[in-house]
T-cell receptor, first 115, second 113 residues
Framework: AQSVTQPDIHITVSEGASLELRCNYS??????LFWYVQSPGQGLQLLLK??????LVQGIKGFEAEFKRSQSSFNLRKPSVHWSDAAEYFC?????????????FGKGTKLTVNP | NAGVMQNPRHLVRRRGQEARLRCSPM?????VYWYRQLPEEGLKFMVY????????ESGMPKERFSAEFPKEGPSILRIQQVVRGDSAAYFC???????????FGSGTRLTVV
């Protein structure tokens, strides 16, 4: 069965510092991988997605993620965090086969940014 | 081009009442997914629908919950005889189909009192 693990429930960084949020997935075939961000009381906004090709994916708001098949990982990075990046971040995986394309989410990582 | 529209944004129901949550997908999207988010949890898949068809309802509770996506009009998630444990945020997402990503609505926050 598909599963996603985000090992860090809560991360605190200082504004301007670099950020890496970890995501490990379990899926039998080649996955579609996503990172979403959710501000309090809001819906989910797509930051970036990986389907195939270049394993380093660029997203919005200066985020990037790297797909590492050997490690079953899809970690999210940002070189310099802004106070507005404080939010909750969700990694998700979906299948590439036909039929249901439901997303399986991790439990999320809450990011706090200190001034 | 409006995004995925969900209403109401907030819904309060007493135990035993019915809750109806609506989702209008993005224009041109024919695939709708419903997810539930409990406090301190990620989103859990509930059901996947295409127009007039339920494709996958493996995440739906066996009782009291139902979903539809009629030929005309929004998708509806219906919860009968609500209980306190149904209090959660319910999100709808839509897509064109396989592998092109999903657009989420802002959610409906259901509170059962």
């Amino acid at each position: 069965a598909q599963s996603v693990t985000q090992p860090d429930i809560h991360i605190t960084v200082s504004e301007g510092a670099s950020l890496e949020l970890r995501c490990n997935y379990s899926y039998g075939a080649t996955p579609y991988l996503f990172w979403y961000v959710q501000s309090p009381g809001q819906g989910l906004q797509l930051l970036l997605k990986y389907f195939s090709g270049d394993t380093l994916v660029q997203g919005i708001k200066g985020f990037e993620a790297e797909f590492k098949r050997s490690q079953s990982s899809f970690n999210l990075r940002k070189p310099s965090v802004h106070w507005s990046d404080a939010a909750e971040y969700f990694c998700a995986v979906s299948g590439t086969q036909g039929g249901s394309e439901k997303l399986v989410f991790g439990k999320g990582t809450k990011l706090t940014v200190n001034p | 081009n409006a995004g995925v529209m969900q209403n109401p944004r907030h819904l309060v129901r007493r135990r035993g009442q019915e809750a109806r949550l609506r989702c209008s997908p993005m224009k041109g999207h024919s695939h709708v997914y419903w997810y539930r988010q409990l406090p301190e949890e990620g989103l859990k898949f509930m059901v996947y629908l295409q127009k007039e068809n339920i494709i996958d309802e493996s995440g739906m509770p066996k009782e009291r919950f139902s979903a539809e996506f009629p030929k005309e009009g929004p998708s509806i998630l219906r919860i009968q005889q609500v209980v306190r444990g149904d209090s959660a945020a319910y999100f709808c997402a839509s897509s064109h189909g396989q592998g092109d990503g999903y657009t989420f609505g802002s959610g409906t926050r259901l509170t059962v009192v």
